[in-house]
Structure formats: structure tokens, C-alpha cells
């Protein structure tokens, strides 16, 4: 048995950034983890080939490099660097044109310009507002519940960016907002592409809000890839822990949290060990697993398990690497080089194939995110080759209805399945880059039931800890009785992970806001006591 004043379970992201803030304010913090290695969905790998380094999940870090609480930790001096490709962003069109955003905004106007008069200066007017109100109001959607300081900071900033236009304009769905004082398409293409990382449906409301924050990021920080691998910020973040203190055990699955007398007190991992927590137990797992299995259903309040009865996981998940021999042949080469880019022909398009995800449908032409990580970081394979990735969403495996294409893809996600909608996915990228799969000398296919193995918070391939759709955001995450905070009606245990509010990604903020919940918590107890 050992004890220490906090315990986290899970090093992911979430968890790594709240043992920081732990140690940082003195607490002695050990860090259970259940995989043989750090990072959660942030961890690269040289399983396709020695030469290539391939980002088992997640690749690019807008809202890293956003983040002023992971910014505080400094984790250059870790051995953080990042990297930037020649362009942030493209959308590839059948046509041969590109959307393409650029970190310089005057060249993202000219290119927009270009292919419609007029659209430039809309552009460069749309980075305008968001210069006045972006970053109070990032501040205040990853605050925890309520946000107060950076709540009255964006009313403040209201009036100056738009006032009620602006709220207009934040709610108006992803589809429309492109076209709103845009002629031509690019620029629908990029916000809507950017709403498409969540599952937000493209015609609903919340879906603008988060494309235009996902695109505004883009202008202003890039989508910024760490120096060697994603496996490298969560090694920074380790390294960062270890060098205060902190002590971290892989190979450590939790599979209960100890409570007694309604205060979590500790954990106990599959080898039968005990570990004592004085003060708090945060948990960077997914809810499901937290509510439905880690803490016994009699120690938690109604309000909790019956909210958790409605809880609703974004969807699966099939993510495939190449190695590549070379570059990407695309057919018509984009003006600036991206690092990640979108494949779906049209708004439309995209639309369509996400409300089929959402109805349980396999989607015949599944809208992809996708990354050429070498053109973003030279530092991931040999020069001339390319290491890169697309994923695209399916239903749950267990919601799947039919599938739209031809392949008949059952849904269950076993190796045929994989193989033949891997099949599907790169004849998307063949007809844009003819000769794509000549330049292919290794694939691997991660499907929902295998991105779950590699990881149990990403259940059936949910890459989100759960649905981001209005009804399951802000004060209704993760469940409406825990009103958007980490705090989980078990005293001294705090949800610090994409299940909780604001929700996924690779920022930090469910591990800061837990963290900062279990200190604000310890200084009253003392000043009770
Ligand atoms: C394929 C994919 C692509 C993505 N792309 C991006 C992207 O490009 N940019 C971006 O910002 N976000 C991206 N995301 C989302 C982002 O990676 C996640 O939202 C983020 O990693 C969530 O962090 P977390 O710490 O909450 O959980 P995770 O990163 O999932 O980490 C949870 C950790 O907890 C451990 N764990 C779980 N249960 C236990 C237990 N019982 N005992 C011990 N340990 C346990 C797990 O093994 C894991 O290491 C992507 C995700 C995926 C899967």
C-alpha cells in the first residue's frame, strides 16, 4: 500500500496537465496509467515502419498551443517543440481547386480572393471580429461551470465585435455560415470542415461556433504538431511531472475507486494493489467507465446514475495509416502544402455523409480528416517519403443500421470489415491524387474495436468521451446533475476527462478544472477544520 495526497487515474492528456497542476502546488501525485506507456490518444509508434513515426491517434494541437494552462507549464524546457507545415489547412476540390488556410491571414484573403472578388476582405473582416473576441471566448467555454471572469469579459467585448450579430452569427449552423458575406466556397469548405472534428450535425446550431473556432485557431496558432511524434507533448508533460516529483506507474489498469463514509479514499488496480489517496482521486477515464464501473452505483447520487442513463457517446471511430514512398500525387497540387486536409466534395456532401453517421448509417462517401505528418514535421520519415493518416467516423458498433456503399460493411468492425471501408477511404484519396496507392508501402487499419483496445476511453471508437451536441455540453456535461463541473457527488473524486466539460481534444482543461476543483476543496476543508 502506498499513499500519496492525490491519485489519477488515466495519462492522457487530461490527466498528465492535472497531476502537473497538483505538484505544482505541492502535493505529492501518482499517476496510474494502464497502457505500457503515457499520452492517452496522444502517443506515436514506429509499428508500419522502423523509418516512419505514425501518430496513433490524435495529430495536430490547435487547441494545445491556445491552451494558456498547458502554456503555463513551459514544456519547451521538456523537450516540446512544435512544428509548422507550409499551409494549415486544405480541402481539395474534384475540380482541381483548394481551399486553403494559411497562418498568414493576408495570404489565406489572397487565395479566397482569387477564386471570388470580394471574398478577401470578408475574410480578413471575420479574422478582424475574432481578434476582438476570440480569446475571452475561448477562456470562457474551457472554464469550468459557471465562467464567470471570462463570461463578463466576452459581454464586455460584445458590443465592439458585433453585439447581437455576432451571437447571430456564433449560432448560425456550419452550413450556412460560409455563405454568410462569402460569394464563393472556400470558406464554407474550411469552417464547415473544421465543425466536421466534432459531431455536431453540420446543419445544427453549435456547429458554426465550433468550425469558426477550430478555423480562427488556424489563422491565429496553426495547427501546430509536436517536433518527433504527438508522443513527444505527452512525454514533455511526463517529464515535466517526474522532474517536481511526481511519480508515474504504467502497466497500472484501475478497476475501483475505493470510497468510505462517501469520500473517495483511494483506488486498487487488476494486480490487487491498494493505493491511498489523502486528498483527492481524479480520474482521467471516460464517464461510462467512471459511473459504470469504477465507483459501485451505491456510492454514487441518483441524480448521477440516472443522468448517466441518457449519456450519449459520439460516434466510432476508423482511423488508417500509410507509409508512403513518396509524396502525395495529387492531381492538382494545392498552392501551399497542408497538414491536415479535408476530403468531401462539397458542404453537401459532407453534410449528408455526417447526418449518415448520425442515423446509423455507414456513409458511401465518408468525409475524411486526414494529416501528411512529414510534410508537417520533415523529422517523421526519410526525405521524399510521407507518413500519413485519415479517419473518418462510422456509427457505434452497436447503433449500426446499414451500410450506404457497396462494400456491405456489416458494422462489426472485425478485420474484413476494416479492410474493405479502409478500401473505401483511400479510393476517396485516389481520385484526388491518382496513383496514391502505387506510393503505399505499408497500411495499417485502427478500427473503433482496436482504438478501444489501445485505449478504454475510447469506447466503440468515441474520440470525444461523448457526444459534443448542445444537449450534452457546458452545464449538461457529463451529466445535468454535475452542472458542467469536475466534481462527481463522490467528495474528493473529480472527472477530469473529455467527458467532462469543455469536452475533447487536446487542451487540458477537464485535468486543469479537476485539479483546481480538488485544491479549492483541500483549502476548505482546512479552513472548516
Ligand atoms: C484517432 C483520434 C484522433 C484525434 N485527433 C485529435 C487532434 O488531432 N487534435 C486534438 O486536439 N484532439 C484529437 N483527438 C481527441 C483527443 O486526443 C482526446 O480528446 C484527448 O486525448 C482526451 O484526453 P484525455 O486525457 O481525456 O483522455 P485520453 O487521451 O483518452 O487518455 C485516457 C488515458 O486513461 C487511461 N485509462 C483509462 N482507464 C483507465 C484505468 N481504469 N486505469 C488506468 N488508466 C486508465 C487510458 O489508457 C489512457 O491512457 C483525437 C482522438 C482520436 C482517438
Known amino acids: 500500500m502506498t499513499r500519496h495526497d492525490a491519485v489519477v487515474v488515466g495519462a492522457g492528456p487530461n490527466g498528465l496537465a492535472a497531476a502537473n497542476r497538483l505538484v505544482d502546488a505541492g502535493w505529492s501525485v501518482l499517476l496510474l496509467e494502464a497502457q505500457p506507456e503515457v499520452g492517452g490518444a496522444v502517443r506515436s509508434d514506429r509499428e508500419l515502419d522502423p523509418d516512419f513515426v505514425h501518430d496513433t491517434f490524435s495529430a495536430f494541437y490547435p487547441l494545445a498551443a491556445a491552451s494558456r494552462g498547458l502554456a503555463a507549464f513551459g514544456l519547451e524546457e521538456h523537450g516540446l517543440a512544435w512544428r509548422h507545415a507550409p499551409a494549415v489547412l486544405g480541402h481539395p476540390l474534384p475540380d482541381g481547386r483548394w481551399a486553403v488556410l494559411h497562418r498568414d491571414r493576408q495570404v489565406t484573403a489572397r487565395l479566397m480572393e482569387e477564386q471570388h472578388p470580394g471574398d478577401g476582405v470578408a475574410w480578413l473582416d471575420l479574422c478582424a471580429v475574432w481578434d476582438r473576441i476570440g480569446e475571452p471566448l475561448v477562456s470562457a467555454l474551457v472554464s469550468s461551470f459557471p465562467p464567470i471572469w471570462p463570461g463578463l469579459s466576452v459581454l464586455a ?124 482521486v481524479v480520474a482521467d477515464v471516460s464517464a461510462t467507465h467512471l459511473f459504470g464501473g469504477l465507483v459501485g452505483p451505491a456510492h454514487l447520487p441518483a441524480r448521477v446514475t440516472r443522468g448517466m442513463r441518457h449519456f450519449q457517446l459520439d460516434p466510432g471511430t476508423v482511423k488508417v495509416d500509410w507509409a508512403l514512398d513518396g509524396p502525395v500525387p495529387w492531381a492538382s497540387p494545392p498552392p501551399y502544402d497542408p497538414g491536415t486536409f479535408h476530403v468531401g466534395d462539397s458542404v453537401s456532401e459532407m453534410t449528408e455523409a455526417l447526418g449518415q ?129 469536475p466534481e462527481t457527488g463522490v467528495r474528493g473524486l473529480y472527472l477530469g476527462s473529455a467527458s467532462a466539460h469543455p469536452g475533447g481534444g487536446v487542451h487540458g482543461a477537464p485535468g486543469l478544472n479537476a485539479a483546481r476543483a480538488a485544491l479549492l476543496h483541500h483549502r476548505l476543508r482546512r479552513f472548516h477544520r
Not at 234 to 239: C, I, T
Not at 424 to 441: C, D
Not at 445 to 459: C, D, F, Q, T, Y
Open 157 to 280: 467585448r460584445l458590443p465592439g465585435a458585433g453585439g447581437l450579430d455576432l451571437v447571430k452569427t456564433l449560432l448560425t449552423p456550419a452550413t450556412e455560415l460560409g455563405r454568410r458575406g462569402f460569394g464563393g466556397d472556400g470558406a464554407g469548405l474550411l469552417i464547415a470542415g473544421n465543425a466536421g472534428h466534432a459531431d455536431l450535425p453540420l446543419d445544427a446550431p453549435g456547429s458554426g461556433v465550433f468550425g469558426l473556432l477550430l478555423t480562427m485557431l488556424g489563422q491565429t496558432v496553426g495547427f501546430p504538431v509536436p517536433e518527433g511524434g504527438a508522443g513527444r507533448l505527452a512525454q514533455a508533460l511526463a517529464r515535466r511531472l517526474e522532474s517536481r516529483g511526481g511519480e508515474i506507474r504504467c502497466d497500472a489498469e484501475v478497476e475501483h475507486v475505493i470510497v468510505e463514509h462517501g469520500r473517495a479514499v483511494g483506488v486498487v488496480t487488476a494486480d490487487g494493489r491498494r493505493y491511498d489517496a489523502g486528498r483527492a
Open 357 to 485: 453517421v448520425a442515423a446509423g448509417v455507414i456513409p458511401a462517401k465518408p468525409f475524411l480528416l486526414a494529416g501528411q505528418m512529414t510534410t508537417s514535421d520533415p523529422t517523421r520519415s526519410p526525405a521524399g517519403t510521407e507518413s500519413m493518416w485519415a479517419y473518418t467516423h462510422v456509427p457505434q458498433p452497436d447503433q449500426t443500421v446499414r451500410d450506404a456503399g457497396e462494400g456491405g460493411v456489416r458494422g462489426l468492425w472485425d478485420d474484413s470489415d476494416c479492410e474493405r471501408f479502409a478500401d473505401r477511404v483511400q479510393a476517396r484519396i485516389e481520385r484526388l491524387a491518382p496513383g496514391f496507392g502505387s506510393r503505399i508501402r505499408a497500411r495499417r487499419i485502427l478500427g473503433p474495436r482496436e482504438l478501444e483496445a489501445r485505449n478504454a476511453n475510447l469506447v466503440g471508437g468515441a474520440i470525444n468521451g461523448g457526444t459534443a451536441q448542445l444537449h450534452q455540453q457546458l452545464f449538461l456535461r457529463p451529466v445535468p446533475g454535475l452542472l458542467g463541473r
